[in-house]
């Protein structure tokens, strides 16, 4: 397969406006299927690749909200726990003018950090191996799982990407997640600013970077910065890329259909620089569209933002 991930399923319940503190009194909408890694994977599937998860979900109607729109979508669900014994997890979201959000998660106990690792012999070749940080926060247990996952692909032959996508919410402990032997590993890592100073120990961009080239496997840091575009570091030189300019309606899930449309372009033939040109019209496209993973992300739509002149340096 093209790109396989495994990680947290949820649903998100959701706050119907800005500003709206989790604990009033008012409107939330939902369930959206959710998860960051079912974002990622699903707007990579709606492009055209073959793509699989990993993960759990309850026997009751939340579970089937995820795993239809999964199905519907081309992602393949044959690896998701379905338990007669647990609720699917959920998320209840808050996002405020500033970009910021709030989350109440309730994953604990449930099958959405249940799914176990299956071998890499059974799942066969893979390109693309994608971790998400808030995956590895969520559960010790299942961190491992996806950890010793990562180890038996990368052996047979498969790259590994790698967003940090820090939930404080999630976070015990180490606030680095305990990261250190996963960043030995990934060829592509995918961070925000103050991600990429947070895991590498450092206090500026220039030095982050140096220590994440000094590692053995890494290939290319994309540094995403929401609104402001992404810079594209490899050995070789780094590229800014810009953002498409689209009437937001909500944030949420956009870094996420960056990161599956980037490797979609990846695996379909394209350079750095266009798989992150698609990455930026995923996630534009998505924040155009209320709910985590709503937006029209389809082969068309990415490449017709492409073509077009709105990019926004």
């Known amino acids: 397969m093209d790109i396989l991930t495994m990680g947290e399923l949820l649903v998100e319940i959701m706050r119907d406006q800005e500003g709206a503190s989790l604990w009033e009194k008012g409107v939330f909408l939902g369930p959206f299927p959710s998860g960051a890694p079912a974002i990622c994977i699903d707007a990579a599937a709606r492009l055209g690749c073959s793509t699989a998860i990993i993960g759990g979900v309850g026997k009751d109607d939340f579970g089937d909200c995820i795993r239809e729109r999964l199905n519907r979508d081309g992602v393949d669900t044959n690896y998701i726990l379905t338990s007669p014994t647990g609720s699917t997890g959920c998320a209840f ?14 994953m604990d106990h449930t099958p959405a950090v249940a799914a176990k690792a299956p071998s890499p012999e059974t799942l066969g070749p893979v390109r693309y191996f994608h971790i998400m940080g808030c995956s590895l926060a969520a559960n010790a247990a299942f961190g491992e799982e996806i950890l ?98 689209v009437m937001q309606k909500d944030a949420t ?18 350079d750095y620089v266009t798989a992150a040109k698609m990455g930026a019209a995923a996630g534009a496209l998505n924040a155009a569209a209320f709910g985590p993973m709503e937006g029209n992300i389809s082969p068309k739509t990415v490449e017709d933002m492409l073509r077009g002149s709105d990019i926004l340096s």
């Open 93 to 106: 979201v808050t996002y405020f003018a500033d970009g910021s959000r709030k989350f109440i998660f309730h």
């Open 253 to 270: 899930g956009a870094g996420d259909c960056f990161d599956g449309a980037f490797l979609a372009g990846l695996c379909q033939g394209r």
């Open 148 to 245: 010793q996952l990562m180890y038996g692909l990368k052996a047979a032959g498969t790259k590994i990407s790698f967003d940090p996508n820090i939930r404080r919410e999630l976070l015990a402990g180490d606030s680095t997640l305990n990261i250190k032997d996963l960043m030995e590993n990934v060829h592509i890592l995918l961070p925000g600013l103050e991600e990429l100073l947070l895991i590498t120990g450092s206090t500026s961009e220039k030095e982050a970077i140096e220590k994440c080239f000094s590692l053995p496997s890494m290939e290319a840091v994309v540094l995403k910065n929401g609104s402001k575009g992404s810079r594209i570091y490899t050995k070789s030189g780094v590229s800014e890329i810009g953002v498409y300019k």
